[in-house]
């Protein structure tokens, strides 16, 4: 299971921190990821994170948005700033993970948490 949570209405230029939490039958989280999306457009990647720390960002939010995780805790975060209201979307989290069963799963999403950016 995976949940979101920080979301909220925030002016532009404002800070937001998301967290992602995943609980369950797992053995190892490989990678967490946040994604976004609009209505009526694709869910979009923000950033991804492994288990060693190996970051990747979208070229586009690179200097505003820094995702980091807790690998004891099965938790992941992402700090946002200098908020634009473009980034008013739902924010998602997703993984790449072994189940303790060794079932590699990358399709476990979140129900996402609301970011609502005003100008």
């Known amino acids: 299971q995976l949940v979101e949570s920080g979301g909220g209405l925030m002016q532009a230029g404002g800070s937001l921190r998301l967290s992602c939490a995943a609980s369950?039958?797992?053995?190892?989280?490989?990678?967490m990821g946040w994604y976004r999306q609009t209505p009526g457009r694709q869910r979009e990647l923000v950033a991804t994170i492994t288990d060693g720390g190996i970051t990747n960002y979208t070229d586009s939010l690179k200097g505003r948005f820094t995702i980091s995780r807790d690998n004891a805790e099965n938790t992941m975060y992402l700090q946002m700033n200098s908020l634009k209201p473009e980034d008013t979307a739902v924010y998602y989290c997703?993984?790449?993970?072994?189940?303790?069963?060794?079932?590699?799963?990358?399709?476990?999403w979140g129900r996402g948490t609301q970011v609502t950016v005003s100008s």
């Open positions: 997703n993984t790449d993970l072994v189940t303790i069963w060794g079932t590699r799963r990358h399709d476990y």
């Open positions: 369950g039958s797992i053995f190892r989280i490989i990678t």
